[in-house]
């Protein structure tokens, strides 16, 4: 916000950040963190995360720029299972939120955080994905991150990222650090 005027994009795309490594959520933020340097404001909804991480606090340091939501619950929701119906409703009611943070003309910049993996858990339609990508404001700017995108998210983006792990400490018994990965 400039003057407290909201500032809008110009025109707004379609990125997705994807892949079997860390980063897709580290780069959205970065995303965030840049465009508030240009007064631009961000919400980020976070699909199957319920825990609590460090981009939590930064956000509410940076409040108004970036604002998160939680969409999940404090334990994991683990591939091998069958989804709660739990975690099926409120994969549900975060879409609904992101979709009206997206929809409202207060932000310019909107990630679906992790929504990737929600379809991968089956929590998410393919077609929802999809619907968001249809209905976007010419001037607001989404972002989809999570591991497993479908072929048909890639081929509707305008920006495709894939990380790709080459080497990483997980390997040999470094579990998530405060600060680092939390």
Avoid: W
Avoid at 26 to 42: D, V
Avoid at 78 to 93: C, F, R, T
Avoid at 107 to 131: P, Q, W
């Amino acid at each position: 916000m400039v003057n407290d005027k909201i500032v809008h994009l110009e025109k707004g795309y379609t990125q997705v950040y994807t892949g079997n490594c860390k980063g897709k959520t580290t780069a959205a933020l970065g995303l965030a963190f840049r465009a508030m340097g240009s007064g631009f404001k961000t919400y980020i909804g976070q699909f199957m995360k319920g825990q609590q991480y460090g981009e939590l606090e930064s956000a509410r340091m940076v409040k108004p720029y970036i604002t998160i939501e939680q969409y999940g619950r404090k334990e994991l929701v683990h591939v091998k299972n069958p989804p709660l119906q739990q975690d099926i409703d409120m994969a549900a009611d975060g879409l609904k939120r992101a979709r009206a943070a997206m929809l409202s003309g207060d932000y310019a910049i909107v990630v679906f955080d992790e929504i990737l993996t929600a379809h991968d858990f089956n929590l998410i339609s393919v077609e929802s994905i999809l619907d968001l990508v249809k209905s976007k404001p010419d001037n607001v700017e989404i972002v989809f991150t999570g591991r497993y995108a479908p072929q048909e998210v890639i081929d509707a983006a305008d920006l495709v990222t894939e990380m790709v792990e080459v080497k990483h400490y997980y390997v040999q018994g470094v579990g998530a650090r405060k600060g680092i990965e939390l």
